[in-house]
């Protein structure tokens, strides 16, 4: 009779858990369905410059895309444009992603949809299509690449931020290497397997050299195709915004992850880059041995004390790079407690905060993202500010006891 009532009792007491664990990820689950739906807006930018937007859709007539998979594809790409903007404007302030461009793209699907902010709820800091301003007669062009599979509006606070200090900032997707491209027209292009950089980095090293090489060679041709264009747009314009605004001349280019990769390539290649960034990227390309002549700056994750093979010879790479680099423009910065994922709006900012929460619990984040970001905006914009705005001689003091997170390395 005893062993009854035991039974009996161990049957209630896994009953009993089985009912907690079922509330418990039913209030998770509807925790992660509001704050999916939650107004969210991105940080205001430091600059004192207000912040328009423009989007055009450029197709490249003399050259193929190597990458598409029909061939004879013309290279197109979707170019985001963000710039200093007249203040005062009755203009009305842009959706984070286009409306018509997020019902082409469709809702997000499977369980990832709950760790994401519904776009139409956030709110960006840009204007849509407002006058240039006119306090500076022209403005120093940046380049911005995105993560390997990330669209570039994803790093909009980035962009926003480097804008309200007197910039033109320019990013584009790429269709068939950016993730997922939603033209304003509606069409929509998805990346192809074999143009991942990261099932590249994934292979045998002789076909991982070969592929991200081949990679390599697109993305840094994107940006060629994007600063003849932009030297077209400031000749002559249909609507006359940016004509004579752009000073390309002064030439910046930076990017994360595989994008950072990129900028460092195409210093290499390109003599109008006039100084650039590698935000957290694994170099690759004959850059890694030949070096940079132009100011550059590695600003680094957390790595903590990263110590197997690959990670050795990632920063190997850097090394070899840095050591060539001009000694009054070079820069190898860490942000103690940044995680690789957090530095676009995605990952700092609209993924649940249960879920951040519960990854700082684990050690994998140990920064708050909008604290990142913001660390982040603070060495990109002094960066450039140095080395595309001043005549710097000296190499720059970055460091800030407004953000104690910044490890300059050397």
């Known amino acids: 009779m005893s062993k009854m009532r035991l039974a009996r009792r161990i049957f209630k007491g896994f009953a009993v858990l089985a009912m907690l664990a079922i509330l418990g990820v039913g209030a998770l689950l509807v925790s992660l369905w509001l704050e999916r739906r939650a107004e969210l807006t991105l940080p205001t930018p430091t600059g004192s410059f207000a912040v328009g937007r423009a989007i055009y859709d450029w197709t490249d007539d003399a050259k193929l895309d190597v990458l598409a998979p029909v061939p004879g594809t013309k290279r197109e790409l979707l170019v985001w444009i963000w710039y200093p903007s007249a203040a005062g404007q009755s203009v009305a302030m842009d959706d984070y992603v286009p409306a018509q461009m997020r019902v082409a793209a469709g809702p997000a699907s499977g369980p990832w949809r709950l760790l994401t902010r519904d776009a139409s709820k956030v709110h960006s800091?840009?204007?849509r299509d407002s006058d240039v301003s006119p306090q500076q007669r022209s403005y120093p062009v940046v380049i911005m690449r995105a993560g390997a599979s990330a669209g570039v509006v994803g790093y909009s606070a980035l962009a926003e931020d480097l804008a309200s200090h007197g910039y033109v900032v320019v990013g584009f997707d790429a269709p068939y290497r950016t993730g997922l491209v939603v033209f304003p027209d509606g069409r929509v292009m998805r990346r192809t397997p074999e143009n991942n950089?990261?099932?590249c980095a994934g292979q045998e090293q002789a076909q991982q050299a070969g592929c991200m090489n081949k990679l390599l060679a697109a993305w840094t041709a994107d940006i060629a195709f994007v600063l003849d264009r932009l030297q077209r747009l400031n000749s002559s314009e249909a609507s006359g915004k940016f004509t004579g605004r752009l000073d390309l001349t002064r030439v910046g280019v930076f990017g994360h992850s595989f994008?950072?990769?990129t900028?460092?390539?195409?210093?290499?290649?390109d003599s109008r880059c006039k100084a650039g960034i590698d935000v957290d990227g694994q170099p690759f390309g004959s850059?890694?041995?030949a070096g940079l002549h132009q100011p550059f700056m590695f600003l680094l994750s957390d790595h903590g004390d990263s110590s197997d093979a690959v990670s050795r010879q990632i920063l190997a790479n850097i090394q070899s790079i840095y050591d060539r680099l001009p000694p009054d423009g070079r820069l190898r910065i860490a942000i103690r407690g940044a995680n690789h994922f957090t530095f676009s709006d995605d990952g700092a900012l609209l993924k649940s905060r249960v879920v951040r929460r519960t990854l700082r619990m684990l050690g994998m984040l140990g920064i708050d993202g909008r604290r990142q970001l913001a660390v982040t905006a603070y060495c990109v914009h002094s960066f450039f500010d140095a080395y595309l705005k001043g005549a710097s001689v000296s190499r720059l003091k970055i460091s800030s006891p407004l953000y104690?997170?910044?490890?300059?390395?050397?």
Not at 263 to 269: K, V
Not at 404 to 410: D, N, R
């Open 125 to 127: 800091h840009s204007t």
């Open 197 to 199: 950089p990261e099932l």
């Open 404 to 410: 104690p997170e910044i490890q300059v390395l050397e």
């Open 263 to 269: 900028a460092a390539q195409f210093c290499h290649d």
């Open 287 to 289: 850059v890694i041995q």
């Open 259 to 261: 994008g950072g990769a």
